[in-house]
């Protein structure tokens, strides 16, 4: 493969090139300068927002350092029962975001199981297209031949109502160098991007990854110039990445020696570093109480110079607003800060979570089972005390009770785990980002819950 050289084509040039009209680059929705009040729905503080804060892309593309993740939008059910997005709420979202200067948005043809590029399409449709980035990516897990992927390809224009996409990403490699190879190697698909680049119908070309370190090092040192690359990255991950995922500290120095730009994902690990235990969320308030949790985590993603963006998929207005105001613009961290973090980092690994991020990526399951809900709720009472070891905790009764109660509110029991069959689907089919082993989850889940439900713990 020959090394690709930019052509430094900015985004006027683009826009030129694809008849969108002479538009200048600098002209980007955002906020002025001129400072605004914005509320706190959590705390109920007021602060005067400036300008978000924002970074530079190497085409040069002003992209707000808050980015909008499109995996998490609101959803309700249809009169047949099933679960659609709520896409007048999904345009109140973007419509604040975009107001208060967010202008990347990412998607991809396999959130919300399906839905999630057609509902972003139509709320950015109503914005100018000079407004904003739209990210999306080749998730051709599966189903990667050469005419499956670039049939993917051509339906994300279509879902999106765009003519160019801005960023687009091969979706989630790391598996294996095999998975890799298939996937956008041996199919030509990675010959066929790089082309579409040079022809303008992709702006900035990169990849997202979770997995193994030897297919980072390998992609990353392809005879390919990247615009940038998506990796998971937060406090937690930056020295104690879980299961098989690689310490984001390695990640992020590879790419930043190397001047590639780098986007964040799960800067919140699936909404975890936002529920955190009693006794860590005490820790934040002693030292910023009209903070939220969450600012702590995205002023650490924000933090580092070469981090173009940090996703956040925010599924209530609240979390928007809040993100907003912790953007806008960014106070960095202090020494004391960072170490402040990683300690708290530490502390976090005496809660054996399980790191579910609630992508859904193993959903729908064949079987009706809820998974993420599952697992979430018993993350949710680890975090809070109550999966009692056994019946000689001090708090056995009161946490046998909130977590069996918690359960069936949570899950409907026809979704439980006790329907699980071990078919494997979830894990074969899909890719799970924190590779968890799901049926021997919600295995040890029922076989908990009974024990709980019997007394026999």
Request: glycine share 8%; proline share 4%; hydrophobic share 35%.
């Amino acid at each position: 493969m020959n090394k690709i050289e930019k052509d430094g084509m900015n985004r006027r040039g683009f826009l030129k090139k694809l008849g969108a009209g002479v538009v200048a680059t600098s002209a980007l929705y955002g906020c002025s300068s001129e400072t605004k009040q914005q509320t706190n729905a959590a705390s109920g503080t007021t602060k005067e927002l400036g300008e978000m804060t924002y970074r530079t892309s190497l085409t040069g593309d002003k992209v707000s350092l808050l980015g909008y993740g499109c995996m998490r939008f609101p959803m309700k059910k249809g009169d047949d029962g099933k679960e659609y997005v709520d896409q007048e709420t999904v345009n109140e979202l973007i419509d604040y975001a975009i107001e208060h200067g967010v202008n990347y948005f990412d998607t991809s043809p396999v959130y919300l199981q399906g839905q999630s590029e057609s509902a972003t399409g139509i709320a950015l449709k109503r914005h100018p297209r000079d407004k904003y980035f739209v990210a999306t990516k080749m998730s051709n897990f599966g189903h990667s031949s050469f005419e499956n992927s670039k049939k993917m390809y051509e339906q994300s224009f279509k879902e999106l109502q765009v003519d160019y996409i801005d960023y687009y990403l091969l979706h989630s490699i790391g598996g294996s160098m095999d998975d890799f190879n298939n996937r956008f190697i041996n199919n030509g698909v990675l010959d066929f991007l790089i082309k579409e680049r040079e022809a303008g119908r992709i702006r900035n070309l990169g990849w997202s990854f979770h997995g193994q370190q030897e297919v980072f090092d390998y992609v990353l040192n392809m005879d390919v110039k990247w615009d940038f690359v998506q990796i998971q990255m937060n406090y937690a991950d930056w020295r104690h990445a879980s299961g098989r995922n690689v310490n984001a500290e390695y990640l992020y120095q590879e790419l930043e020696k190397r001047g590639v730009p780098v986007v964040i994902m799960e800067p919140l690990l699936g909404g975890r570093l936002s529920r955190l235990s009693d006794h860590l969320v005490g820790r934040f308030k002693q030292r910023r109480p009209n903070e939220s949790v969450a600012s702590w985590a995205f002023r650490f993603a924000g933090h580092w110079p070469g981090v173009l963006c940090a996703l956040s998929g925010m599924t209530y207005k609240e979390h928007l607003i809040d993100n907003v105001k912790t953007f806008s613009p960014l106070e960095y961290l202090s020494d004391d800060e960072l170490d402040f973090l990683e300690d708290t980092a530490q502390l976090m690994l005496q809660y054996p979570t399980i790191p579910c991020n609630d992508c859904k990526y193993c959903m729908p399951c064949p079987y009706g089972i809820d998974i993420p809900a599952i697992l979430l709720h018993y993350n949710k009472c680890v975090n809070e005390g109550n999966v009692p070891k056994d019946s000689q905790d001090p708090n056995y009764r009161e946490a046998r009770r909130a977590f069996l109660v918690g359960y069936d509110r949570s899950v409907p029991k026809l979704r439980q785990a006790s329907h699980c069959i071990g078919c494997g689907k979830c894990i074969h089919d899909k890719h799970c980002p924190q590779r968890i082993n799901i049926p021997a989850q919600l295995k040890r889940i029922d076989e908990f819950v009974e024990k709980l439900k019997q007394e026999t713990l």
